[in-house]
């Protein structure tokens, strides 16, 4: 699943803060989603939480992944409705707030068009880039307008039409693990499941949560990053980029995220493109959509809406191919350098 490499998790000593004494610094880690999470918190209960971590992990995979056959989503694929359990409705229901906002730049039906580039569970008969006249047919099943929500049941009202959650369902993960840290009492964590991340409090220096983040060097043409730290008050991060999952056809790169409009996957300037929200889910529901607006859209879009509480940084190519960054005003606050 996609995203900026984000340079890692900034903790440094082993202090516990004057208001907790007896607090320790704990960190879970493993894999799961195709990736790998981080759990990181500061507190005075040290019962270990394991076992709950990747129970929540198999609770929502059982829901969003399409790599388990009896899932819900895979379910839904199969009969073209299915009753949503609590995490799949939540996601479905984000996700067609994210096609609205977005003008439709946002869309989980895309899955057709997924598969047919190669990004999906199972791979098409040919590689590279797909004939023009099957991604006509598959653009014919794309469009969350094919989708209606009667209480807890999803139904498609045209044969054929298909989801993909894995847009949006790793920041709705990282959201979820951050409230059950909450729920235990728990203040001070940060959560990071494949470059995706939300924070909340402080770490065991009693300092605002920091992550490294990848920043190109000046006048780099090669794409040799420096690290550059953004700290996260409560917030959310996501990134979208071009560098994890693609194929390359002659000069030309195409990266896994697909326009819903033209069916045709992202090869633009653009390397990434990360943003920083008031939650993860809401960061990782518009990271794909700013990534093919383009950077002067895509900051304008932020500027336009602050209701949604978007800070962006792009990183590109301009057209002597220099890697560059631009970000929104709001960005500055969260940088250290």
């Known amino acids: 699943m996609k995203k900026l490499l984000l340079a890692g998790i900034l903790l440094a000593g082993l202090g516990a803060g004057a208001?907790?004494?007896a607090a320790r610094l704990m960190a879970y880690e493993g894999k799961a989603q195709g990736t790998y999470y981080i759990v990181k918190y500061v507190s005075a209960d040290t019962t270990n939480l394991q076992s709950s971590i990747d129970s929540i992990f198999r609770v929502i995979d059982a829901?969003?992944?399409?790599y388990q056959p009896g899932s819900a989503i895979n379910r839904f694929n199969r009969d073209g409705k299915v009753q949503m359990d609590e995490h799949m409705q939540k996601v479905v229901e984000k996700a067609l707030f994210a096609n609205r906002a977005t003008n439709g730049l946002f869309d989980i039906t895309v899955q057709p068009l997924v598969y047919l580039w190669g990004f999906g569970v199972t791979k098409p008969s040919f590689k590279g880039v797909p004939p023009a006249d099957s991604i006509k047919r598959a653009l014919k099943l794309v469009g969350s307008r094919y989708l209606k929500i009667k209480g807890q049941e999803l139904a498609a009202t045209k044969k054929g039409v298909k989801i993909d959650c894995n847009g949006i369902a790793q920041g709705y993960t990282v959201?979820?693990?951050g409230r059950f840290l909450e729920q235990r009492g728990i203040e001070n964590y940060l959560v990071d499941v494949g470059g995706e991340l939300c924070?909340?409090?402080?770490?065991q220096q009693n300092k605002t949560w920091s992550v490294g983040i990848e920043r190109p060097s000046p006048g780099d043409t090669s794409y040799e990053?420096?690290?550059?730290?953004?700290r996260l008050p409560g917030k959310g991060i996501a990134t979208s980029g071009n560098y994890r999952r693609f194929f390359d056809q002659g000069k030309t790169r195409y990266a896994h995220t697909?326009?819903?409009?033209?069916?045709?996957a992202l090869h633009n300037h653009i390397i990434s493109v990360t943003l920083i929200a008031p939650d993860c889910f809401t960061a990782d529901a518009f990271d794909n959509p700013l990534i093919l607006m383009g950077v002067t859209k895509g900051l304008q879009?932020?500027?336009?809406?602050?209701?949604y509480g978007l800070a962006a940084l792009y990183i590109y190519r301009d057209e002597d191919?220099?890697?560059k960054e631009a970000f929104s005003n709001n960005f500055r606050q969260y940088m250290e350098y």
């Open 19 to 21: 208001q907790q004494p």
């Open 63 to 66: 829901s969003l992944s399409l």
């Open 175 to 177: 959201d979820v693990l």
């Open 199 to 203: 924070a909340k409090g402080s770490n």
């Open 225 to 230: 990053p420096i690290q550059g730290i953004v």
């Open 258 to 264: 697909i326009d819903p409009k033209s069916g045709v």
């Open 301 to 307: 879009f932020v500027e336009q809406h602050p209701e």
């Open 321 to 323: 191919g220099v890697i």
